[in-house]
Nanobody
Framework: HVQLVESGGGSVQAGGSLRLSCAAS????????MGWFRQSPGKERERVTA???????SYADSVKGRFTISEDNAKNTLNLQMNSLRPEDTGVYYC???????????????????WGRGTQVTVS
């Protein structure tokens, strides 16, 4: 049984930073494709970043240079370091996992089979 639990969300002023974590159980983070998505009110869920088993990483253009995805193999967690946050980064952030070592091209939300409940990020 795969379970993903996000943490680390909160409220921050523009220009600030947050670090999100996704704790995985029943699933080894480093072996499969994983990603972070976000959804703002009235908008579709969008991909923020994804990482494959080979540590190949992709980022949405809107977060390149500001966000960094990483894995902590010892803790079996997926992390998202978010710097220089902007109001448009506000939304619910979801951790997602795919039952495959490789991410689809592009890594659309429909290609991920496991999802966390999300954590709210608010940038003002």
């Amino acid at each position: 049984h795969v379970q993903l639990v996000e943490s680390g969300g909160g409220s921050v002023q523009a220009g600030g930073s947050l670090r999100l974590s996704c704790a995985a159980s029943g699933y080894t983070v480093s072996r499969y494709c994983m990603g972070w998505f976000r959804q703002s009110p009235g908008k579709e869920r969008e991909r923020v970043t994804a990482i494959t088993r080979a540590s190949s990483i992709s980022y949405a253009d809107s977060v390149k240079g500001r966000f960094t995805i990483s894995e902590d193999n010892a803790k079996n967690t997926l992390n998202l370091q978010m710097n220089s946050l902007r109001p448009e980064d506000t939304g619910v952030y979801y951790c997602a996992a795919r039952g495959n070592s490789w991410c689809a091209t592009p890594p659309l939300s429909g290609t991920f089979g496991f999802w966390g409940r999300g954590t709210q990020v608010t940038v003002s």
